[in-house]
């Protein structure tokens, strides 16, 4: 089975062709720029380098189809004919408490999309873009969502409501739904592998961290509380976004600064976090060089970060009572060793050990604990396209299965 994985942001189209016998990428690459001047296609076929072609691309609808002239063309494709995808899978932002699961992509699933628009405008509008995009293109071809936000739906009502007026939830829908669902779901799943356990028996916090970063409490298989909340903005210190922060900040600069609700909210998204407490950048290669040279406020920076995902593990481990293994993972928690032992140190008391060698290792997989750590530590890169493609061919299956069984009963009722 051959499958498309699409993630389309407002200017961007990342995809992936991955055939599932293997679960072999067999091309991919992103769309940049679209609507404006310099768009440009990459293409990467067999795992060989990015062909990058220059051209106008107008709109998503035009950037899928030369997607798919890309996997077609003679010389450079890797199939013949679209005909060959067998089912797409979306990556969509936010399911809100409607999804707990993937789903097919049908008029209902799309109004139930368009209904979280509403509490992710930034991300569940291209989304749907891409999906309608894609429908227009391949009309017959199955399309799944699989949701970011469809893991956390296991949380309970004490860990994903705040305490506001319950009549906020259940007016707006106000509550903690949590992102990076995928990326949490297949880091444990793996950690789970690789300590040779059931998952069912671990308790696991998961740490993505990227310029998006959130922790989560995965007790038993299940998603029991994480870091971002009611949209990407709380919880962690990240790249650009302030995470957790008194509530009554926002009335008080927005006076002070005489700025509007846009502005404050571009301040906390755009402007803040790492980049704004350090001046210097959001990308902690950057901080780490400025931090090695002595620069405080680049030292500030790492710090306040690493001391507010030491806080977060430490929550999350009483909230589980007890903890089997963390792991790190994303663009930060995959390259960053430094990174990574900065956090666990003074964990020591939980039972987190770090073997300052086997943490000396960039995006590859590996446990990076001592031998004799009581919480497993691991590095383990994380696959949101594989989870996305994984979780299309299990409803591919399950469609198949029930439609084989109907069949099968509608033969024996007409013998
Ligand atoms: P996102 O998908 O949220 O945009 P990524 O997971 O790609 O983010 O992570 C990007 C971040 O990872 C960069 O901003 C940078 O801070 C961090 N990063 C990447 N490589 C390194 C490295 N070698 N050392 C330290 N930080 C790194």
């Known amino acids: 089975m051959i499958i498309f994985v699409l993630n389309c942001g407002s200017s961007t189209i990342k995809y992936q062709l991955i055939n599932m016998q293997g679960e072999y990428v067999m091309a991919k690459g992103m769309i940049e720029r679209i609507g404006s001047a310099g768009s440009v296609l990459k293409y990467s076929a067999n795992g060989n380098a990015d062909v990058e072609t220059l051209l106008p691309i107008p709109d998503h609808k035009t950037g899928i189809e030369l997607i798919i002239e890309a996997l077609t063309a003679t010389g450079g494709g890797v199939i013949r004919s679209v005909d060959e995808i067998d089912a797409v899978g979306h990556r969509v932002v936010h399911g809100g408490e409607r999804f707990a699961d993937s789903a097919f992509i049908n008029d209902d699933v799309i109004d139930g999309i368009e209904d979280c628009c509403e509490i992710a405008p930034l991300h569940n509008p291209p989304n749907l873009v891409g999906i309608r995009s894609c429908l227009a293109v391949m009309p ?5 969502a699989v949701f970011d936000t469809a893991f956390h739906q296991t949380m309970a009502p004490k860990a994903y409501l705040y305490g506001l007026r319950y009549e906020e939830y259940e007016d707006y829908g106000l509550r903690r739904y949590g992102f990076h669902g995928t990326s949490h779901k297949f880091v444990s799943e793996r950690a789970a592998y690789l300590m040779q356990k059931d998952i069912t028996d671990l308790r696991i916090i998961t740490c993505h961290l990227g310029n998006g970063a959130s922790l989560c409490a ?3 298989g299940h998603s029991i509380d994480t870091s971002m909340g009611f949209t990407p903005l709380e919880g962690l210190i990240m790249g650009t976004r302030c995470g957790e922060i008194d509530p009554s900040i926002v ?5 002070k600064k005489g700025i509007t609700a846009e502005e404050m909210d571009e301040e906390l998204n755009r402007s803040s976090g790492v980049l704004g407490i350090s001046g210097i950048s959001s990308d902690f290669r950057d901080l780490e060089l400025e931090a090695h040279k002595g620069n405080p406020r680049a030292e500030l920076a790492i710090d306040m970060f690493a001391y507010r995902v030491r806080k977060y593990i430490g929550s999350y481990a009483a909230a589980m009572g007890g903890l089997d293994a963390i792991v790190f993972t994303a663009g930060l928690g995959e390259n960053s060793g430094f990174m990574r032992a900065k956090i666990c140190e003074g964990l020591g008391f ?19 604990s001592t031998k004799d750590s009581k919480v497993k530590a691991f590095l383990i890169p994380t696959n949101e396209e594989l989870v996305i493609a994984r979780d299309t061919l299990r409803l591919c299956r399950l469609k198949n299965r029930k439609q084989n069984n109907k069949k099968a009963k509608e033969k024996a009722a007409a013998k």
Do not use: C, H, T
């Open 350 to 368: 939980l039972g987190v050990n770090i073997d300052p060698i086997a943490n000396d290792v960039r995006g590859k997989e590996r446990e990076i």
């Open 140 to 144: 017959n071809v199955p399309q799944v």
């Open 218 to 220: 995965v007790k038993y």
């Open 251 to 255: 009335k008080f600069l927005m006076e």
